[in-house]
């Protein structure tokens, strides 16, 4: 049984239809990547399975148990948590008061939990643990990020939705990035990851899908469709 099964996904906006009879599964432990071209319905896709946005037809099962209907905060609570898009931090607050309030999206945390959950983000991303004083509107976009990636651990996230980490970083923060995603996942972590950077996302993905107008045209290995010539040409450039 898959941990993620979406089957025959619709989501229209208006008479907009973005997203047409998508089924993909996502099994426990893996790192599966959605790549598309801008308005795919990569992020329409994700706000499908977080649930905020309802579907206009199909099922999405999540550990086996249909949630179509189930509210995004029942679902947070189910564990299934998405970074905030464009980062989201409150720049008011901390790091570290940052990185607490992801912990409160789930209500079991206790405090010993809570703490051994912070140390594993901040030996995940040392630069948070340097700045944990720091005020989140102060960070450089790449730590915002970071920050971002960071509070949806203090969920303990059973399936970890990233829509585009590496969006607007400098190469080398885009490497950084990329590394602690596999590292996460590798530590026990499912993780579906949305990517314009197709390129870093395949080579460390277990598997991905290839949306096109709001329909999946390819799916396979990460590295099958690293060396598929129709996924070259339209997402990775000339080799
Ligand atoms: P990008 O890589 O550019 O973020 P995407 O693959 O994530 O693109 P979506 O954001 O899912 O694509 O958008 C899919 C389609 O739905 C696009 O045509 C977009 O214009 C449309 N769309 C997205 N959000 C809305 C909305 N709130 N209202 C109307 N149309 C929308």
Redesign the pocket.
């Known amino acids: 049984m898959p941990l993620l099964e979406l089957e025959n996904v619709s989501v229209a906006?208006?008479r907009?239809e973005?997203v047409r009879n998508v089924s993909l599964t996502v099994e426990e432990g893996e790192l599966v990547t959605l790549i598309?071209a801008?308005?795919?319905?990569?992020?329409?896709?994700m706000r499908a399975i977080s649930g905020v946005r309802p579907l206009a037809g199909g099922v999405v099962r999540f550990n086996g148990q249909d949630i179509t209907k189930m509210k995004a905060h029942e679902r947070v609570k189910a564990g299934v948590i998405q970074a905030p898009e464009g980062r989201g931090v409150f720049p008011g607050m901390t790091v570290e008061e940052n990185l607490e309030m992801g912990a409160f999206a789930r209500t079991f945390a206790t405090k010993a939990e809570r703490e051994s959950t912070l140390e594993r983000v901040f030996t995940l991303f040392p630069r948070l643990a340097e700045r944990r004083k720091q005020l989140g509107g102060t960070m450089s976009g790449g730590e915002q990020q970071m920050v971002a990636i960071g509070r949806a651990l203090m969920a303990r996230p059973v399936l970890l939705l990233l829509d585009?980490p590496s969006m607007g970083l400098a190469p080398m923060m885009i490497q950084q990035i990329f590394t602690t995603i596999s590292q996460i996942n590798k530590e026990g972590t499912t993780v579906l990851l949305?990517e314009?950077n197709a390129r870093q996302a395949l080579s460390r993905s277990d598997r991905a899908y290839v949306?096109e107008t709001?329909e999946v045209t390819r799916a396979g290995g990460g590295r099958e469709l690293l060396n598929d010539p129709a996924v070259i040409e339209a997402y990775l450039g000339v080799a």
């Open positions: 906006y208006g907009i973005a598309g801008n308005g795919a319905g990569k992020t329409t896709t585009e949305v314009q949306l709001g």
